[in-house]
């Protein structure tokens, strides 16, 4: 059994819609109703000798759709009516029904009621009147059928028989958003084409404006005389509807553009969009300056983040965003810097979510470092000292890193962090003499015990200790001791 989704099944049909036009472009979508049915209209007069007929054309259609793992019952009548009852009560499934010209009474005659289009209540009041199929209901007088049923039962009849018109309202497809420009003398200079690609931007963002829409990608193509093209594409972060600010994106990939023999024509086309309402004006008050900038929402941010990725690449500003993680190299990644700009934590695993939420995941203030190094590294732990002053519990009396010493004056801890151990970790009470400790962390099954210490000249690491010998030699090592980060 599978889950009834109406608005999965409302997405498909409006895609199919996009791939039917390849038949007609007089399309509608009929939509979900009370009967459960749903399907396409297609009006394929003064189209089907383009497939070589009307049945040519059917066999097309259903042959495309069984590749594309779709299941249809097609029908083809001179009316909408007759298309319909043919397509749900004559075609089987995976095969066409297609009713002769002019000859729909007779050959839909036998038909059950239900080829009608009628509501569940009519049907039913029918039905218990003995009134089961089209023959039974041609034969009944016009005028008690209207008033015991009103219009409904009438007007089903005379549009499948085709007396009463019944026109589709087609979905129309959206055009592009295109501009082009035509010289009447093939062009060299940058001067000119940058001129052309302000009118072109300025015309485009004013059909946008209409339609409340944003440009989010934009293609400029140029077209030589020698039949060569060259294509330049920008992306903004968020939808933007500013000449100027989509110009600069331009701009630094223009000055090495080859103009050829010559440029004949320009192109700009905008391949994404994003709906965008109008911007309410602010009244400047006599004290602020004419050039401040009030930018509460961010937009001159992601205007700034458009034109550095312009020029260093696309998807190269990012930002660190946390993680639902308890396991510290897990707990931070990276995004684009315009990317869920509303969301504070990325998603993770449930059980994850679940620890950081809980009583041991609330942690205070200073507790994590700011500085975590890509890869932990490890210290070697200085020898004992038996003259040393006592000073406060430390686990270790200092440690060299990087060939530095660092005696330690104070510390805090152990914190214990063990692996996931839904994901197949290593339990806590188990070792592994010859697996490398890093391979563990990746899987993320390594137990670390955590310290924060602070050194006698007051640096602050973040060192831990494997309290398992699930490591021996690592990088020429003896030491179960490792630095992961370093605090402000």
């Given at each position: 059994?599978?889950?009834?989704?109406?608005?999965?099944?409302?997405?498909?049909?409006?895609?199919?819609?996009?791939?039917?036009?390849?038949?007609?472009?007089?399309?509608?979508?009929?939509?979900?109703?009370?009967?459960?049915?749903?399907?396409?209209?297609?009006?394929?007069?003064g189209c089907?000798?383009?497939f070589?007929?009307e049945?040519?054309?059917?066999?097309?259609?259903?042959?495309r759709?069984?590749?594309?793992?779709?299941?249809?019952?097609?029908?083809?009548?001179?009316?909408?009516?007759?298309a319909?009852?043919a397509?749900?009560?004559?075609?089987s499934?995976?095969?066409?029904?297609?009713?002769?010209?002019?000859?729909?009474r007779?050959?839909?005659?036998?038909?059950?009621?239900t080829?009608?289009?009628?509501?569940t209540?009519?049907l039913?009041?029918l039905?218990?009147?003995?009134?089961?199929?089209?023959?039974?209901?041609?034969v009944l007088?016009?005028?008690?059928?209207?008033?015991?049923?009103?219009?409904?039962v009438?007007?089903?009849?005379?549009?499948?028989?085709?007396?009463?018109d019944?026109?589709?309202?087609?979905?129309?497809?959206r055009?592009?958003?295109?501009?082009?420009?035509?010289?009447?003398?093939?062009?060299?200079?940058?001067e000119?084409?940058?001129?052309?690609?302000?009118?072109?931007l300025?015309?485009l963002?004013?059909?946008?404006?209409k339609?409340?829409?944003?440009?989010?990608?934009?293609?400029?193509?140029?077209?030589?005389?020698?039949?060569?093209a060259?294509?330049?594409?920008?992306?903004?972060g968020?939808?933007?509807?500013?000449p100027?600010?989509?110009?600069?994106?331009?701009?630094d990939?223009?000055?090495g553009?080859d103009?050829g023999?010559?440029?004949e024509f320009?192109?700009?086309?905008v391949?994404?969009?994003d709906?965008?309402?109008?911007?309410?004006?602010r009244?400047?008050?006599?004290a602020?300056?004419?050039?401040?900038?009030?930018s509460?929402?961010?937009?001159?941010?992601a205007?700034?983040?458009?034109?550095l990725?312009?020029?260093?690449?696309?998807?190269r500003?990012?930002?660190?965003?946390?993680?639902?993680?308890?396991?510290?190299?897990r707990?931070v990644?990276f995004?684009?810097?315009?990317?869920r700009?509303?969301?504070?934590?990325?998603?993770?695993?449930?059980r994850?979510?679940?620890?950081?939420?809980?009583?041991?995941g609330?942690?205070?203030?200073?507790?994590?470092?700011?500085?975590l190094l890509?890869k932990?590294e490890p210290?070697?732990p200085?020898?004992?000292?038996?003259d040393a002053?006592?000073?406060?519990?430390?686990?270790?009396?200092?440690?060299s890193w990087?060939r530095?010493?660092y005696p330690?004056?104070?510390?805090?801890?152990?914190?214990?962090?063990?692996?996931?151990?839904?994901?197949?970790?290593l339990?806590?009470?188990?070792s592994?003499?010859?697996?490398?400790?890093?391979?563990l962390?990746e899987?993320?099954?390594?137990?670390?015990?955590?310290?924060?210490v602070?050194?006698?000249?007051?640096?602050?690491f973040?060192l831990f200790?494997?309290?398992?010998?699930?490591?021996?030699?690592?990088?020429?090592?003896?030491?179960?001791?490792?630095?992961?980060?370093?605090?402000?």
């Amino acid at each position: 059994m599978i889950e009834a989704d109406p608005i999965a099944d409302q997405v498909c049909l409006d895609a199919m819609l996009t791939w039917a036009r390849r038949y007609t472009p007089w399309l509608a979508v009929e939509g979900l109703d009370e009967r459960g049915g749903a399907g396409l209209w297609l009006d394929i007069t003064g189209c089907s000798h383009l497939f070589g007929g009307e049945q040519a054309l059917l066999e097309d259609f259903e042959a495309r759709l069984r590749r594309l793992g779709f299941a249809s019952r097609l029908g083809l009548a001179d009316t909408p009516g007759a298309a319909w009852a043919a397509a749900r009560s004559l075609a089987s499934s995976g095969a066409s029904a297609r009713v002769p010209e002019g000859e729909q009474r007779t050959h839909l005659a036998a038909l059950p009621t239900t080829a009608l289009r009628l509501s569940t209540r009519t049907l039913e009041t029918l039905n218990r009147l003995g009134v089961r199929t089209l023959s039974d209901l041609l034969v009944l007088p016009r005028a008690p059928l209207t008033r015991r049923f009103g219009r409904e039962v009438c007007l089903r009849l005379d549009q499948l028989l085709g007396r009463v018109d019944e026109p589709l309202s087609p979905e129309m497809e959206r055009l592009p958003y295109v501009a082009r420009i035509n010289f009447a003398e093939p062009i060299g200079r940058t001067e000119d084409v940058e001129a052309a690609l302000h009118d072109l931007l300025d015309s485009l963002c004013v059909r946008l404006e209409k339609d409340r829409r944003g440009i989010r990608r934009l293609v400029f193509e140029v077209f030589r005389v020698d039949n060569t093209a060259e294509r330049i594409a920008v992306g903004t972060g968020q939808a933007v509807r500013r000449p100027e600010h989509l110009f600069r994106l331009f701009r630094d990939k223009l000055d090495g553009l080859d103009a050829g023999f010559g440029i004949e024509f320009l192109m700009l086309t905008v391949t994404v969009t994003d709906p965008m309402e109008s911007e309410q004006g602010r009244i400047r008050t006599g004290a602020e300056s004419e050039t401040a900038v009030a930018s509460k929402s961010g937009r001159d941010l992601a205007l700034l983040i458009d034109r550095l990725e312009a020029r260093l690449g696309s998807g190269r500003i990012v930002r660190p965003q946390r993680r639902a993680s308890h396991i510290p190299e897990r707990a931070v990644g990276f995004v684009r810097a315009l990317d869920r700009l509303n969301q504070t934590v990325l998603p993770g695993d449930a059980r994850e979510v679940a620890l950081l939420h809980s009583d041991i995941g609330r942690l205070r203030p200073g507790v994590r470092p700011i500085h975590l190094l890509p890869k932990p590294e490890p210290v070697d732990p200085l020898p004992v000292c038996s003259d040393a002053p006592p000073v406060r519990m430390v686990p270790l009396p200092g440690f060299s890193w990087r060939r530095q010493t660092y005696p330690l004056a104070a510390a805090e801890g152990p914190e214990r962090i063990a692996g996931a151990w839904w994901r197949g970790a290593l339990p806590s009470d188990r070792s592994r003499e010859e697996q490398s400790y890093f391979t563990l962390c990746e899987d993320g099954g390594a137990v670390r015990e955590y310290w924060r210490v602070e050194s006698e000249s007051g640096a602050r690491f973040w060192l831990f200790y494997l309290p398992f010998p699930v490591m021996r030699k690592e990088a020429g090592h003896q030491s179960r001791w490792f630095l992961h980060g370093l605090f402000a």
